[in-house]
């Protein structure tokens, strides 16, 4: 763990693929040992470590931290070999005396036997020391390395860097070096496909279940990460997907189950259609993975044995786009989440950063200290591309293409850069993954040409004929939920903060520009007083109305019929190359064209995109700066989208709703998780124990806490269907109540309260089997609801007593607010609960229907509230407040589950929003539980799970008060 900011990140592996060069293949990666010292003072120090040989370089990666990656490159060697070892090749065919990087003896070694590896180099680079992020540090002077692999892989490691080595020496006289690089790297390609081949797939590293069978299909494929690629081997079987890199380390093998497998999208890699993206369904977090192969031919073979195996449909369909398109048109979904769609649909992917997700540039006022979203001049011209903008560099291109000469290698094209490129996302990402711009930058940070400022990256791209780029969907993302598993910015940091990727979290040295200015966090605009605070407003421009009714015309320049066209201003370089004109030259690498000069998303449209239709109930656009929530619109209802029966056997007791997921537990003991939603394909069902269940909460997004009847507190691990952690001894009683808060398990700890006829009781729960206990409170008297809100500073709990009065406590510093409820607030309802919200607002309902809602902790300062009476006679019986952002920017809105079945929506003023309610059962289906999570409504009953879909009655839907999660 390396502590930055009061952040923890954790680092599981120093070494990656942006370590090797680029179109570099990671070959062979064995234990070895470092025998002998760098240090010259002749003791001798064996530091144990991994060896591995690339097609250009060979690395050693100690286990010590404190010693940095060695990485000695392979080319322009002179090598010859111990007289031990002269059989195995003549020196004097493939050494070049003279000319070279360093000396390498692959020879007997006393005090290690054949197996080891002696190599003098000349000079060599150091990174990654202490895993940090820095420049490479060049070490110039013959150095000697004595390395030993361990197992007896020694002679496989000395005959793969042998043929490495003739093949980087091999000459070409008459050829230019670029020719000269050109012959050595299909030579190595060579070697690496027979490499490949000389292995067989080897199940000892397999998880094989007892029923499955033997491949249905095998076949070469290279996988695809942002920056690097790993060569291996895929094996189809009739349930999991496996792959098993060429360079055989055992916990890279990775095993992708078929069931969970949500769609397929179809890609290009390189200059060929010929790559396949699976992502998996939301219930198991798990990336998406991203597969190139040999030819289309071999990706629609592997497609074609999933597809026999589970039914998948691609996301490129017609029909699918078009249903999207609807619902955008329809103001079903948001900006956001549509280009989201598009972008998938036209084979952009998060694992590619040559095809990377597009997203444009909406705010064009960059100097202001405060941004006016009710001002056009505030917005860029979306009708225009990028490129375009700006007339005078427009002009300058337009010029440059009419002087132009065409030809089949040198077609005509206004923007030799694209709009999107892999140097643009590394150029915006660079704080998160530094060790790709390293890459990219032959191991050095060019300062001047970082990302530093917002404003000047915006005059860049406005101004310079080689900048026009667009921007990439981390500079909207507010809410987790947002990016897929696989973007970077969840997947380095393990949690997700709104414009973490704009600050140097890690502080590296990125170094000082030549006017001065370090180069740490990004310079934001005046009008942002955060990096989350930039992000949040950037979002709300992407979802305000201005953006709404002319996004179609951005969409038409990227997606549809205005892509690649001249006569729109619209023409880039690798939009214009002839590919069957190109593949018969060999002064051109075609696959390397597309991977560093970018291209253009796969055309969607053929003709004009559909605006959306307009909001009905707003003038202008909705300003997030505004502290009055606006006015609620109209008629609303709850739209019924999914229902689900239980068998008679299966008796709810409890409900949880965490992320995507939906728990449940029963009186068997037993606990079913469906997802995600809005589906709720039945996912697992756990029997955690013999007695009755009756309380449930999500610790985290897949880790989950219940308790019963027998008093003791369990943890599930709800993805892997396994028990991890049993309290023997939580209660001496039955637990009935259960509640915590998700907020602090990015800290790996959680705080759980429980509840009983005896007490009170917080635990800390650290990791997946640690629970201690922290708080012991005594209720004196029976409880009837427990609620709990807890964030990083404070828990506050409150619960309801049968005597009718309400308790709050605060922890850890352990005040009480003691404060008895007299007439007519009297409590008789046995079911009337109580409910917490953030740190300043408790409500709870009384018999009577009448809501006490508290605007601070201090409980003599309430409001009671009339509820007015529901459609047909009956108790309040549950609600949640919805937790969203909508309750402080929006006003605070929850939802009440009624003893009839009936749901309504209501405001903290007491107000019923709908005219109108939704039953949603018999007069006998009481609501037991109901969630929200900011798109829909959970009601659950004893027999039934139904799911409700947030919507507008009429033209209009909830934008107008919703915050853009919470859009659809």
């Not at 917002?454 to 993302?477: Q, R």
């Not at 008679?648 to 009186?667: D, K, N, Q, R, W």
């Not at 659950?940 to 009655?953: E, P, Y």
Request: aromatic share 10%; charged share 25%; with cysteine.
């Amino acid at each position: 763990y390396v502590k930055v900011r009061e952040k923890e990140l954790m680092i599981v592996e120093r070494f990656s693929g942006l370590l090797l060069e680029e179109g570099e293949v990671l070959l062979l990666d064995v234990a070895a040992d470092e025998v002998g010292s760098r240090s010259g003072d002749g003791e001798v120090e064996i530091t144990p470590g991994r060896f591995r040989v690339g097609s250009r370089n060979v690395f050693f990666d100690p286990e010590d931290w404190t010693y940095p990656i060695v990485r000695i490159a392979l080319e322009d060697l002179r090598v010859r070999e111990d007289d031990r070892h002269s059989a195995l090749r003549d020196e004097s065919n493939w050494s070049t005396p003279g000319k070279w990087g360093m000396e390498l003896w692959l020879s007997h070694v006393e005090f290690n036997g054949e197996n080891a590896l002696r190599i003098n180099a000349k000079r060599y680079l150091e990174l990654k020391r202490m895993g940090l992020s820095h420049p490479y540090v060049l070490v110039n002077g013959v150095t000697e390395f004595v390395f030993e692999p361990r197992f007896g892989q020694g002679r496989l490691v000395r005959n793969l860097v042998f043929h490495l080595l003739e093949l980087a020496n091999m000459k070409s006289p008459g050829t230019t070096e670029f020719l000269r690089r050109r012959m050595r790297d299909k030579k190595v390609e060579e070697l690496i496909r027979a490499f490949e081949q000389s292995f067989a797939f080897d199940i000892a590293f397999l998880e094989l279940g007892v029923d499955e069978a033997l491949p249905r299909i095998e076949m070469p494929i290279t996988v695809i990460h942002p920056l690097c690629s790993v060569f291996g081997r895929l094996w189809v079987t009739d349930q999991n997907l496996y792959f098993m890199p060429i360079h055989r380390q055992r916990f890279a093998v990775e095993r992708k189950p078929l069931n969970l497998v949500d769609s397929v999208q179809l890609s290009f890699y390189g200059k060929e259609d010929r790559a396949l993206e699976i992502s998996f369904s939301s219930i198991s977090s798990m990336p998406a993975a991203t597969y190139a192969f040999e030819s289309s031919t071999a990706r629609d073979a592997a497609l074609f044995a999933i597809e026999s195996i589970i039914p998948v449909g691609t996301s490129q369909t017609a029909a699918g786009v078009h249903q999207a398109t609807q619902a955008w048109m329809a103001r079903k979904i948001s900006n956001f989440d549509y280009l989201m769609e598009l972008n998938r649909s036209a084979g952009r992917s998060f694992n590619d950063f040559s095809q990377y997700p597009v997203f444009p540039w909406v705010i064009a006022d960059y100097e202001s200290t405060h941004l006016d979203l009710n001002n056009a001049e505030s917005f860029r011209d979306l009708s225009k591309p990028i490129a375009a903008l700006n007339e005078k560099r427009l002009r300058i291109c337009l010029e440059r293409f009419s002087d132009m000469g065409s030809s089949d290698i040198q077609p005509r094209f206004l923007f030799g850069t694209h709009y999107s490129t892999a140097a643009y996302v590394i150029f915006f990402l660079v704080r998160c993954v530094p060790d790709a711009a390293l890459k990219l930058q032959s191991g050095t940070f060019d300062s001047d040409r970082l990302f530093i400022s917002i404003a000047e990256t915006w005059t860049s791209a406005n101004t310079h004929t080689s900048d026009v780029k667009e921007l990439i969907p981390e500079f909207f993302a507010c809410y987790e939920g947002d990016l897929p598993p696989e973007a970077i910015i969840t997947s380095e940091s393990g949690s997700f903060v709104p414009g973490d990727f704009l600050l140097n979290l890690q502080e590296v040295d990125f170094g000082v520009r030549q006017d001065g200015r370090w180069v740490r966090d990004v310079e934001l605009p005046r009008w942002a007083s955060s990096a989350e605070d930039f992000i949040k407003k950037n979002r709300y421009a992407l979802e305000s109305d201005f953006v709404s009714e002319n996004l179609h015309k951005w969409i038409d320049l990227v997606f549809g019929f205005r892509s690649r066209s001249l006569r729109d201003n619209n023409l880039f370089y690798t939009d214009a190359v002839d590919l069957q004109s190109l593949e018969s030259s060999v002064d051109l690498d075609l696959d390397r064209l597309f991977l560093e000069f970018g291209r253009s998303p796969r055309q969607l449209f053929s003709s004009p995109h559909p605006a959306r239709a307009p909001r009905a109930y707003t003038k202008g656009p909705t300003s997030i700066f505004s502290e009055q929530p606006p006015t609620l619109p109209g008629e609303s209802l709850l739209g019924l989208v999914r229902c689900l029966e239980f068998e008679e056997s299966f008796i709810v007791t409890g409900c949880a709703l965490g992320g995507p997921l939906i728990a449940i537990t029963s009186e068997l003991g037993s606990l079913r998780v469906y997802g995600p939603l809005p589906k709720l394909s039945r996912a697992r069902e756990i029997q955690v124990c013999s007695s009755a269940l009756r309380c449930v909460r999500f610790i985290t997004l897949d880790i989950v806490a219940c308790a019963g009847d027998e008093g003791r507190l369990y943890v599930v691990d709800a993805m892997n269907g396994r028990v991890i952690h049993i309290h023997a001894a939580a209660h001496p009683g039955p637990i009935t109540f259960l509640d915590t808060d998700m907020s602090l398990s990015s800290q790996g700890r959680s705080l759980l309260i429980t509840g009983g006829a005896d007490a009170v009781r917080g635990w800390v729960v650290s990791g997946e089997s640690s629970i201690r206990l922290a708080y012991d409170l005594d209720p004196e008297g029976k409880l009837i609801s427990l609620s709990a809100s807890i964030d990083s500073h404070l828990a506050r709990v409150a619960c309801l007593r049968d005597d009718g009065s309400l308790l709050v406590w605060l922890l850890p510093q352990g005040g009480i607010v003691d404060a008895p409820m007299t007439d007519p607030l009297q409590i008789s309802c046995p079911c009337a609960p109580v409910s917490l919200h953030g740190s300043q607002q408790l409500l709870a309902w009384t018999s009577n229907t009448r809501l006490v809602f508290l605007s601070s902790l201090q409980v003599t300062m309430f409001e009671v509230f009339e509820v007015p009476e529901p459609s047909i006679e009956g108790q309040p019986s549950v609600f949640e407040v919805n937790c969203g952002s909508s309750i402080t920017t929006c006003g605070a809105y929850f939802f009440v589950g009624f003893s009839n079945g009936i749901v309504r929506v209501m405001s903290s003023t007491g107000e019923e929003i709908c005219s109108s309610s939704l039953e949603t059962g018999a007069e006998d289906d009481k609501v037991s539980a109901l969630f929200t999570d900011e798109r829909h409504v959970i009601a659950v009953t004893t027999q039934k799970l139904r799911v409700f879909r947030l919507r507008a009655k009429s033209d209009s839907d909830l934008c107008a008060y919703m915050t853009p999660r919470e859009l659809g």
